[in-house]
């Protein structure tokens, strides 16, 4: 009786229905467990304010499976401009041209060129860079927006980019640390692309090649740095305009080595007497670079000023430099991102669009065996 009792119980409906549930959805864990793996997808957890990122590789080891770079490439390749197509409009609306002849760059560097980010002070507070908790956009730092926009210009062109963290100079003021970071740099990538943190590529689809090409750049040039607003306040000692070192291009080049090299030694009053008065006023190694270097070192290969507005400045029509912190870069950063989606979504609807698009408008009322 009482194991007849047992059976019945064992056998009710509703543990009958428990019992089946459980084993489908043990069923389903592993054969969901089985399908993610053979196809290399992961589930997404939600990410935590406080959570710190952690990087999954793949299966083999090699690359990062959330490495944005390759999406960033992806998205943005139907629109990179061409490096020699001979006409370009810029964000500002304006037609800029390349100049006559053969151009001098028509392949694509890649990680031969290096795009440069440096600084000596460093916070880990939220919305800064190296804080390793998710990024708000409402706590973002200037500067991290700033460097962002750099890393992301370097990932749709396939340059490399570097953030440097710079030893903290007791002799100088900060902004030369990024003198020596250049030049060693240099050694290694063929073209160095430094930008101050409040700079930053106006256009994220045009290619530096691009530039070099427009601004002719030569493959034997060491140096390019652009003109600031010329002004009293801007002017050398000698009334000639100061070039603005937080946006500086460098070819390696033994010449381009020996004048980073006099630029860094250049304080120590052993070349250029009164050059130790630039150690901590301002414009420190900017007004060193204007005072002396550029005089000595004046062949046509050596220095190249490129124009401002179009390089420097808070309207620059390629290069933007808000040294008055008036712009917000994670504002531009947000506007260069929105375009591109904009203008990628509408490509796409037009490349499908037998798919999205029905015209019915040849037709008259009633509809009948249409087909949607």
Not at 130 to 145: D, F, G
Not at 287 to 302: L, M, S, V
Request: a negative charge; glycine letters at 6%.
């Amino acid at each position: 009786m009482l194991a007849a009792k047992l059976c019945t119980s064992a056998m009710s409906p509703m543990r009958l229905m428990i019992g089946l549930s459980v084993i489908l959805f043990i069923f389903g864990i592993s054969f969901f467990g089985t399908i993610m793996r053979q196809y290399r997808y992961e589930t997404l957890t939600p990410l935590q304010v406080n959570r710190p990122y952690n990087r999954t590789q793949d299966a083999a080891g090699g690359a990062y499976l959330d490495d944005p770079t390759e999406l960033l490439w992806r998205l943005w390749r139907p629109m990179v401009h061409g490096i020699t197509e001979k006409t370009y409009r810029a964000a500002d609306g304006k037609d800029y041209h390349l100049p006559d002849g053969d151009q001098i760059w028509t392949e694509p560097l890649g990680k031969k060129v290096l795009i440069l980010d440096t600084d000596s002070r460093f916070a880990h507070e939220a919305g800064n860079l190296l804080n390793q908790t998710r990024l708000l956009r409402s706590e973002v730092e200037k500067k991290t927006a700033g460097r962002l926009t750099h890393m992301v210009y370097a990932g749709i062109h396939g340059y490399d980019y570097r953030f440097v963290r710079v030893p903290d100079f007791k002799d100088r003021h900060g902004t030369w640390t990024k003198v020596p970071v250049i030049r060693e740099a240099a050694r290694e990538y063929d073209v160095v692309v430094f930008l101050d943190a409040d700079a930053g590529f106006v256009n994220m689809n045009l290619p530096l090649e691009w530039l070099l090409n427009y601004w002719k750049m030569t493959k034997d040039t060491s140096l390019a740095l652009a003109k600031d607003p010329d002004s009293e306040h801007n002017q050398d000692s000698k009334g000639l305009v100061l070039l603005n070192t937080g946006f500086i291009i460098a070819q390696k080049n033994d010449r381009t080595q020996e004048i980073l090299q006099e630029l860094e030694d250049c304080p120590n009053d052993e070349r250029w007497e009164g050059c130790s008065k630039w150690k901590f006023d301002w414009a420190h190694e900017q007004r060193a670079f204007g005072e002396y270097i550029r005089y000595d070192y004046n062949k046509t290969t050596d220095i190249l000023a490129l124009k401002y507005p179009e390089a420097n400045g808070p309207v620059g029509s390629f290069v933007r430099h808000d040294w008055f912190k008036k712009r917000d870069p994670l504002e531009d950063m947000q506007n260069s991102f929105m375009d591109m989606l904009v203008t990628r979504t509408h490509m796409h609807f037009h490349e499908q669009l037998k798919h999205y698009y029905t015209d019915l408008g040849h037709m008259q009322h009633p509809l009948s065996d249409v087909e949607i």
